[in-house]
């Protein structure tokens, strides 16, 4: 036992030692740091104006939105991905040291801790945002612990799930199919309520996520209560209940977990192997989402273009071999904020802009940078910049034609204007083209970092800031020119957009000259 929270313990203090080896990342964690707490710290600092997005009526359907959309991520990742327990060094230890298998799983319990913390950290700066400052410094420190609690149990139901599927082959994709059902239901459910509250989208939300039946649903309505108790200040009616039971199955799933009786030394050593070659590839700045994802490879047929187009041809090719260009896990991350918007009464720029948002986030894991690892792209004889474009496009179009989908259901619910909504589009695609351009860039001069954390914060740090022209822009011809149409200030923006993003194409256009750059 001794042994495991030692391990522990220097795997933490080596992480933080990580962190602040260097100035440039040292400051960067400062600059990481002071984002995620840019919320509380403008609630400190200016409380008398930060009033939040959603207003008293939609904090309770705001604090289920952010509860469900990284709680049902995580869920849908971890049944969908082929995951592991252990890291190649890890297993490597654990499993040739005299330890049983239950300090195993203990030390895989433990290990949990810090990543349920640091995940509930993330959620919770939605919260001063969305809330605004009824979520004061306290009350957020109390969200805190209900996050963590939450995203524990969920950690918790991963592992045994994994250790049970070893057991039980096939139990993954059960449940799978099983959730599916679920969501059907409860989106029937939804329907209903919808159908009769006079078809208005904000009151079927709100009776939905305030009924008695949504708050006595395990965990993640228990932990809606909790989070929306403490807002309206019912500590003892409220809170510290719903916090009692999250903690209490947090300690009896972990109980469950702990006494598992399985052989799973084999399965998890092969998953730590091939774990480390997804690690492997994200030091070398060729991340694949696709890598960890449970598919089948179907045959297909698709036809190849000559020269630098070869490239896209063959990513177009793989898509269809791994099925559905535009899958299910494509749309999630938009349909959630357009959920939250319908049932927070958002109207159709607010909805856009957060779906805008969801999209940097699917750029930053984007894996046209993998295409830049190969040799074969260096030897094609066509220009660097023309590579460059065609190894890109085939992750601009999946994700504008996800993405559009989105605003277009957006535009026709939120009774947007055909012309607006076609504008909102072009809009779209000219982020699109921002985000990936400013990630192209963002490699092209720090391709050579191993630091894949820091590399991927950098990414997205400089997509956020490729978008503030735009924004400025539309600002600027709102307030001191006056321009209130939608469409006339959407307009400028695709322009700024686009030229920064031939701005960005044409500064990394050396990227694929010698393949030495990449090393």
Known sequence: MNAVVYLLLRQYANRIRRLFRKPLNALLTIIAALFILSGPILM???PEFYEGLVGARGREIAVAGVQLFIGMTLILSSLSQQGGLFTYSEASILFSAPLTKRTVLLYSTLQSLPGSILTSIFMCFYFPWLIGSAMTPLKLLATLLVMALLIF?????YYYIYIQDIAHEGLKKRLKKYLLIFFGAVAVIYAVIWLTNGHDFGEAAITFFTSPFYNAFPLFGWA???VAALLNDQFITGFIPAT??????A?????IYYSQDVDFYEKAQLDSIRLQKVVDALRNNGYDAAGLTVKKVVKAKGSFREGAAAIM???FLEMKKRGPMLAFRDFINGSIYLVVGLAVGFDFTIVFTMIVFSMIVNTTTDSWNAEFRKPYIYLIPESPFRKLMYAVLPSIVKNMLAESIIVVIAAILLGAGAREAVFSVLLLAAYTLLFT????FTYRIMGHMTNAVLLMFMRLMFIMAAAIPGGVIAIVLNLAAGIEDPVMLMIPVILANLLCSLLFMFLSRKLLVQSELMN
Do not use: E, H, N, Y
């Open 44 to 46: 400190l600092v200016i």
């Open 153 to 157: 149990c969920i950690f918790i139901l």
């Open 224 to 226: 809606k209560w909790a």
């Open 244 to 249: 009692l039971l999250l903690l209490v199955s």
């Open 251 to 255: 300690f009896v799933l972990a109980r």
């Open 313 to 315: 041809s063959r990513q």
């Open 437 to 440: 351009s400013a990630g192209v």
